[in-house]
Structure formats: structure tokens, C-alpha cells
T-cell receptor, first 110, second 113 residues
Framework: GQNIDQPTEMTATEGAIVQINCTYQ??????LFWYQQHAGEAPTFLSY????GLEEKGRFSSFLSRSKGYSYLLLKELQMKDSASYLC???????????FGSGTRLSIRP | DSGVTQTPKHLITATGQRVTLRCSPR?????VYWYQQSLDQGLQFLIQ???????AKGNILERFSAQQFPDLHSELNLSSLELGDSALYFC????????????FGPGTRLLVL
């Protein structure tokens, strides 16, 4: 079957680092996305990983291990505006569709 | 602003009715995706069109249909509406060269009473 798991909620402190994990089981795999979504707004693209390893983009980094069906999003130097939901999504090549996890709601406290 | 536009922003209708949601992709983008986001289901992929042709199909109900026109705008038709169809409907677009990066529109909030 197809399954994407990520924690429902996380809390972190302003200025700190947080890691949001995502595990997936899909029939096929083309790549893995991370999106940020503020309440009531559209998702915005953060990253797309195809190959194993870490990709860094400013304060955000995304890691992928295809053999383990595992990814994480790392957010550094957290700011209050980073309070949002973070969505993990897998492009399933065999099903020709994109499957989203339920999202992780991240709350940043001062 | 992603460059993707959706109309209307809000829609209130009754059960059994039919509505059409409209999406204009970013200039030059050939792919259009439709998603449904409800409180208890998260973001669900519905369907993808590429240059006028259906490319991928997700969890789209038979009561729902979509099309992409020659000018690349797309419409999502929802018929025989039920209370459970109340949700945010997002459209996203991507271009041929960087198809993995999807740009989302602001969404249409549909409320079925």
C-alpha cells in the first residue's frame, strides 16, 4: 500500500533547531517534497529530493534515504514565522501521483 | 504571490448542486494539478493535466471531473455535492523543465450546506 507518516505536532523554541521526520512506503518513488503551509494559506515549495543525501537551502535542509524510506526536514535558527504545518509528499512513479502526509504542525515559542 | 490564480475565492452552495472552480496557471506552465484539503483528510491529490491531456489521477470521485483548455487554464467540476465535499480546493502548476516544483494558487474555499 501507500503510506506516509510524520508527527502530528511539534513544538520548538525560537532560535533553536528542529528536525521533522517523514517515513514513507510507496510502490514506486520518483522524489520527495517538503512544503510549508501557514494556516488558511496555500502550501509553498521548500525542497525536492531525488537522490540520497542532504540538501541545504539557507536555514532549511532536507535529507533523504531511499533505502530506508526516510526523510527529514531540518530547520535552523527558528523564527516565530516558522510556525506552520510542514507537509511531506512522495511522487509515486508506479501510481503516477503525488501522495501527501497529513502534515506536522510546528509551533515556535519565544 | 505564486502567479497561479483561482476563482472564486469562496463558494457557498447546497447539497445536490454543481459548481465549477477555475484555475489559471503561471505563465508558461504546462502542468496543472488539483488538490482537495479538508480538516480530517489533509491534502489529497485529485488529478493532473499536462498541455491539455490528463496525465495522472489520484483520489478523484466520479462526481468530480476536470479539464484543461487550449489556453492552459483548467476547471474542476464538482457535481451532486455532498456535505463532505466542503473543503479547500487548491490548484498548482509547474513547467515542463522543473516539473517537480509546484506553485500553488490561493485556493477556493467551498462550503456545502
Amino acid at each position: 500500500g501507500q503510506n506516509i507518516d510524520q508527527p502530528t505536532e511539534m513544538t520548538a523554541t525560537e532560535g533553536a533547531i528542529v528536525q521533522i521526520n517523514c517515513t514513507y512506503q510507496t510502490s514506486g518513488f520518483n522524489g520527495l517534497f517538503w512544503y510549508q503551509q501557514h494556516a488558511g494559506e496555500a502550501p509553498t515549495f521548500l525542497s525536492y529530493n531525488v537522490l540520497d543525501g542532504l540538501e541545504e537551502k539557507g536555514r532549511f535542509s532536507s535529507f533523504l534515504s531511499r533505502s530506508k524510506g526516510y526523510s527529514y526536514l531540518l530547520l535552523k535558527e527558528l523564527q516565530m514565522k516558522d510556525s506552520a504545518s510542514y507537509l511531506c509528499a512522495v511522487e509515486d512513479s508506479s501510481a503516477s501521483k503525488i501522495i501527501f502526509g497529513s502534515g506536522t504542525r510546528l509551533s515556535i515559542r519565544p | 504571490d505564486s502567479g497561479v490564480t483561482q476563482t472564486p475565492k469562496h463558494l457557498i452552495t447546497a447539497t445536490g448542486q454543481r459548481v465549477t472552480l477555475r484555475c489559471s496557471p503561471r505563465s508558461g506552465d504546462l502542468s496543472v494539478y488539483w488538490y482537495q484539503q479538508s480538516l480530517d483528510q489533509g491534502l489529497q491529490f485529485l488529478i493532473q493535466y499536462y498541455n491539455g491531456e490528463e496525465r495522472a489521477k489520484g483520489n478523484i470521485l466520479e462526481r468530480f471531473s476536470a479539464q484543461q483548455f487550449p489556453d492552459l487554464h483548467s476547471e474542476l467540476n464538482l457535481s451532486s455535492l455532498e456535505l463532505g465535499d466542503s473543503a479547500l480546493y487548491f490548484c498548482a502548476s509547474s513547467d515542463a523543465s522543473t516539473e517537480e516544483t509546484q506553485y500553488f494558487g490561493p485556493g477556493t474555499r467551498l462550503l456545502v450546506l
